[in-house]
């Protein structure tokens, strides 16, 4: 890759998005960025897109020195990150994180340093809203915005603005992401929550900001659904023991799903074992279907078999991780990978 021009001024927040494959939503997210002032420099981490997102952002640099394309090998979100911080950070005082599949407001990051700047705080990380026009995606994105989906986290539910332990990722002072060593590029999922922890043990303080949300985009099939929240539980299982961090009662308790259904399979020995499995089914349905009544919605009736499907997709996911660990005695969990010497 040729080198880059040198701005006109040094950089105060380098803002990262990485992305793969993201043709349909990249050109409108760049123009959305580019009318940010605050955004001085804007790194695009591309994993390997084949669907045209290079050629859109190739085109975009040429007219805006603002705007740069970075390759990102190793393909998953953190290490493309930690490239465009390793390469580019030094100019910068501010550290912002861009997912391509979201809607962002306006002067989304200029917001967001404002209010780090007035809290005097090390990271900010604001609410994050599911949104989908209609069928299954309508179903998961229902129950990702509820209680029911997410267990009441702070950054799903609205909570009011704060210090928390964590959210969805936003702003990071350049400083404190280096000194806590940057993302580990050895999890590819709850690689945000595993820095958090890091950061906090330095003393860092981590603000939510509700007035600045983040709308995502769903998957929109049940087995893209799964397949995600299985590596979410992959993910917080490997974060649980790496820090040795008790799991909070929201996250305990889709713990007990997959057991359930496997305890099911031998209701034909004894028709009590299916009751559990039997139970969190008619509550997710009925959950579902009461939030369909009360939006006038039947679509939204999907979001229990969505809920369903991400209960067992992570409970299966943490116990694979969790069992496999201690099988090894600890082997299976990836040595943590930090590209930046923890200070």
């Known amino acids: ?74 393909r998953i979100q953190s290490a493309g990150i930690n490239r465009a911080v390793a390469r580019f950070g030094e100019q910068a005082t501010w550290l912002a994180r861009v997912d391509a599949h979201c809607l962002y407001p306006q002067d989304y990051v200029s ?3 404002a209010i780090a700047e007035t809290q005097g705080v090390d990271s900010v990380v604001v609410r994050m809203e599911t949104r989908a026009a209609r069928g299954f995606a309508r179903g998961v994105a229902a129950a990702q915005n509820s209680r029911l989906g997410t267990g009441g986290a702070a950054h799903r539910t609205g909570a009011a603005a704060g210090l928390v332990e964590h959210g969805h990722h936003a702003l990071m002072r350049i400083g404190a992401f280096r000194a806590a060593g940057g993302y580990c590029e050895a999890m590819a999922c709850n690689e945000d929550a595993e820095l958090d922890l890091r950061m906090l043990a330095r003393g860092a303080r981590i603000w939510l900001a509700p007035e600045v949300p983040v709308t995502y985009f769903p ?9 995600q929240y299985l590596r979410y539980g992959e993910g917080r299982a490997t974060t649980v023991r790496r820090h040795r961090r008790r799991l909070r009662l929201r996250q305990a308790l889709p713990l007990a799903i997959a057991p359930a259904c496997g305890l099911a399979l031998a209701a034909p020995l004894q028709p009590a074992f299916a009751l559990p499995a039997v ?36 409970s299966a996911g943490y116990w694979k991780q969790a069992i496999v660990a201690r099988v090894s005695g600890g082997r299976s969990i990836p040595a943590p990978v930090l590209p930046f010497a923890a200070s």
Do not use: K
């Not at 950089?11 to 009318?35: D, G, M």
């Not at 998957?219 to 397949?227: D, I």
């Not at 579902?288 to 979001?303: K, M």
């Open 1 to 74: 890759m040729t080198a880059m021009p040198a701005l006109p001024h040094p950089s105060r927040v380098l803002t990262v998005v990485p992305c793969l494959n993201e043709a349909a939503h990249i050109a409108a997210l760049l123009t959305c960025l580019l009318s940010d002032p605050a955004n001085t420099r804007i790194v695009v981490a591309d994993g390997g897109s084949t669907d045209g997102t290079r050629r859109i952002v190739r085109a975009m640099a040429q007219e805006n020195a603002r705007v740069v394309l970075l390759d990102n090998p190793d």
């Open 111 to 113: 917001r967001l340093v």
């Open 219 to 227: 998957r929109g099939t049940a087995r893209g659904l799964l397949r």
């Open 279 to 314: 139970g969190w089914a008619l509550l997710c349905q009925g959950w579902g279907l009461g939030l369909a009544i009360r939006e006038r919605r039947a679509d939204v009736a999907l979001s229990g078999s969505a809920a369903m499907i991400m209960h067992l997709g992570w």
